[in-house]
C-alpha cells in the first residue's frame, strides 16, 4: 500500500462519527414522550437537540444504535441544563441521522417539595387521633 491510499483510509475511518453513551450522572435523566401530565408540576430548563449519523457514515451504525445515541446525547445536554427528564417533541426525519428535539425540566425538586407540602397540610387539616385521659 503506498502512503497515499493509507492516508485516505485513515481520513475515512476519522470521518466515521462514533455512537455517543452515557455519562454516569445522564444515566439518571428520563426520557418521556406523549405523557404531559408527568411534567405538568416540573421546571423548565430549556430546548435540547440530540443527533447522530452524517451522510457519509451512516450506514455503518444501525438504527438502533443511532437511536441509542441520540437519547444519551439528549441526556448529557439535559443534565448540562441541570434537568432530570427530557421530554420529546415528534422525531425529525431525515435520511441517513436520527435527530430528536425536546424540552428539559427539572421534577425530582418539585416532585419533592409539593410532597412536603401536601404532607403537611394533611396534617394539619387531620383530626387528632390521639386519645386523652379524659376521653378514655
Request: aromatic letters at 10%; charged letters at 20%.
Amino acid at each position: 500500500m503506498n502512503f497515499r491510499a493509507i492516508l485516505l483510509l485513515l481520513l475515512g475511518i476519522n470521518l466515521t462519527a462514533c455512537v455517543t453513551f452515557p455519562t454516569e450522572e445522564s444515566a439518571q435523566v428520563k426520557i418521556l414522550w406523549e405523557n404531559s401530565v408527568a411534567i405538568e408540576n416540573c421546571t423548565y430548563k430549556g430546548t435540547v437537540i440530540g443527533s447522530q449519523g452524517h451522510f457519509y457514515d451512516y450506514w455503518l451504525h444501525s438504527d438502533r444504535d443511532m437511536v441509542w445515541g441520540t437519547l444519551n446525547e439528549l441526556r448529557i445536554k439535559g443534565h448540562a441544563l441541570g434537568a432530570d427528564t427530557v421530554y420529546l417533541y415528534q422525531p425529525l426525519k431525515f435520511l441517513g441521522s436520527v435527530t430528536m428535539m425536546g424540552n428539559a425540566y427539572q421534577c425530582a425538586e418539585t416532585q419533592a417539595s409539593e410532597d412536603k407540602a401536601s404532607e403537611a397540610l394533611d396534617s394539619t387539616s387531620r383530626p387528632s387521633q390521639t386519645k386523652t385521659a379524659s376521653s378514655q
